[in-house]
């Protein structure tokens, strides 16, 4: 019996140290492939464009080739969900959005993933403004005409967006409820088609965010009206908040963040944990954010893990008042 029983020890120690050596292994040879940064929006997007620029600087610092992988549409509810079924090995990247995961829940009344449990939330990587813009032929040129302007035309203002529930939607909606105003949504499968029709002149007006739209302002294709946060962006410091031109207690920001999967190894975590935050804090990646509005945000997962919480429950308030669903 002792003879047996040792056996039988002996082979569930060796069962369980061989079940720790792959782990092991595969975070000690991270990354041993190229990864792929998964964004739930069309290609030329505030989300599309900052993914290009970490993944980029991540390439250089991990060694391996880091590809983005756009899958727009359904408000990022479709790139979400295809990342977060994927293997949890590290190889998965999401870039996830305000949108994505903390308003989307309370706008969707079914939801195809679990913003929480389904991804382990490594940083945020930025904040940017949101952009009210028009396009110049809009006989509109302050917030205060576009109000004026869009009750004597109720309901034949449309605002595009990058989707139902992105932060660029919600911005819009919050607009219409504290200005009382009747405007209609058109949601895109991402920012870079809304914006080329707001470029036509299909759609008169945008929230969009300001990376994506601010090389038009500088080229004067779009008319800036307002920014929506509560202090004046240093990229266009001529530019008015909503705020201060006529919606008192306005503020919007958009945020955008990176995510593995769910189940991820915590040595790989943490390896991609402390790239990330090596090459947010470079001054080359600083200054290209900054170059498009945004502000580089470097935290700890749990520090953005809290955020999050905070984020779904301000969120989930707005988009009730509001009355917004994408349904």
Known sequence: MNSTFRTARRALLAAAIAATLPL????????????????????????DILARIVGQALTTELGQSVVVDNKPGAGGNIGASLAAKAQPDGYTLFMGTVGTHAINEALYKKMPFNPI???????????VPNLLVAN????????QELIAYAKAHPGEVN???????????????????????DMVHVPY????????????????????????????????????????????SPELPDVPTIAEAGVPGYEATSWFGMFAVAGTPKPVLDKLHAALAKVLSQPDV?????????????ETPEQF???IKAETAKWGKVVKESGATAD
């Open 136 to 143: 110049p032929k809009q006989p509109y040129k302050t917030v």
């Open 286 to 298: 600083k200054k290209k954010i900054a170059d498009q509005g945004g502000d580089v945000v470097v």
């Open 24 to 47: 092991g292994a595969a975070a000690q040879n991270y990354p041993a492939k190229p990864i792929t940064i998964v964004v739930p929006f069309s290609a030329g997007g505030t989300t």
């Open 189 to 232: 499968k991402g920012s870079a088609p809304a914006v080329t029709d707001l470029l036509g002149n299909q759609i008169p007006i945008m929230f969009d965010n300001m990376p994506s739209a601010i090389q038009h302002v500088r080229s004067g294709k779009l008319r800036p009206i307002a920014v929506t946060t509560a202090k004046r």
């Open 159 to 181: 605002f595009g967006s990058s989707g139902s529930g992105s932060s660029i939607h919600l911005s819009g909606e919050l607009f219409k409820s504290m200005a009382k105003v």
């Open 305 to 307: 893990a809290a955020f």
């Open 117 to 127: 449990k389904d991804f382990a939330p490594l940083s945020r990587v930025a904040t």
